[in-house]
């Protein structure tokens, strides 16, 4: 999808009837003269906006700031005479050629723009504020889930079977009161090749059996069909096999022919993404919040 500042043309050319639109006719018109395909008119950022509109609405608020785009009333945006100006003289609008003008400026000294935004390169304008906040914060959550997977290749192996086991808990399974002691990790001996087990309910009739591997490889074929002849010994359907490694592609295809057997498997990389969805072994950190003018509320 183009950049964010490639978005400031096509607004322009989309007003340049001088008609009043609104952000939302506008971010349409714009989709549709740059020929989004439904699969680029989907992508949507962290917070949930469909990222062209995104780009759309903020193109349309640095237009504004640089006195290229006018409100007219409520939500009802109009081109101005240097906007008309500006897409008569400028092929290509970037940031930079926006600050020619004072307005602009005194806009990026007042947002907090740093000097490098503001005065010199474009290409930190290639996303919206909204996109840089998701991208600082993927990197933020790369970092953790790496330091997720460095732990737990060096933790005991009794220790993580009890990290897995918290896992399923926080996700629900076998419910969060250990006086019922709906879900135990197994003796260090092992109970069969069972790791852990989580009750779905106190009597134990639906019970689900864990068996947890810390690999740094893969986990093979034998693995699965050992782990099936231990469900097998429980009279259940039910397991869950947890790695920190991966799963060969003969393992996954023994889980998939496994007749009546409902076996899921976690590898590492999908492991360290739920501790972190869930809640384990993780702690909140700090909470930003952002605020957006409620357009609603201005409206009659």
Not at 62 to 83: C, D, F, H, P, V
Not at 238 to 250: A, C, E, K, L, Q
Not at 259 to 275: A, E, H, R, S
Request: proline share 2%; charged share 30%; aromatic share 8%.
């Amino acid at each position: 999808m183009q950049k964010f500042y490639e978005f400031f043309n096509p607004v322009l050319e989309v007003m340049k009837d001088e008609k009043t639109y609104s952000r939302a006719d506008v971010s349409d018109k714009v989709a549709d003269m740059l020929k989004l395909t439904h699969e680029q008119r989907s992508v949507k950022i962290k917070s949930g906006k469909h990222t062209y509109i995104d780009r759309t609405q903020w193109a349309m608020t640095y237009l504004k700031q640089a006195g290229a785009l006018s409100i007219e009333s409520r939500n009802q945006w109009k081109i101005t005479k240097r906007g008309l100006d500006l897409l008569k003289s400028e092929k290509t609008i970037t940031p930079k050629t926006l600050k020619q003008f004072p307005e602009f400026l005194e806009f990026t000294q007042r947002t907090g723009m740093r000097k490098t935004d503001a005065q010199t390169d474009v290409s930190i304008d290639s996303l919206t504020p909204e996109e840089m906040i998701d991208e600082a914060l993927a990197k933020l959550d790369g970092k953790v889930l790496q330091e997720l997977k460095d732990l737990l290749a060096s933790v005991d192996p009794y220790h993580f079977e009890k990290i897995c086991k918290d896992l399923l808990v926080a996700m629900g399974y076998g419910g969060s009161s250990e006086e019922l002691n709906l879900s135990y990790v197994t003796k260090k001996s092992g109970d069969g090749g069972i790791d852990a087990i989580i009750k779905q309910d106190p009597l134990g009739i639906n019970t689900i059996y864990v068996q947890a591997k810390r690999y740094q490889g893969e986990v093979r074929e034998k693995d699965i069909r050992d782990f099936l002849g231990a469900l097998a010994q429980k009279a259940t359907q039910n397991g869950v096999f947890i790695t920190t490694g991966r799963f060969s592609v003969d393992a996954l295809r023994a889980i998939e022919i496994a007749n009546n057997m409902n076996i899921i498997p976690i590898d590492g990389n999908q492991l360290v993404k739920l501790m972190a969805q869930h809640g384990v072994g993780v702690e909140e950190q700090k909470i930003y919040k952002t605020q957006k003018v409620d357009i609603q509320y201005f409206e009659e």
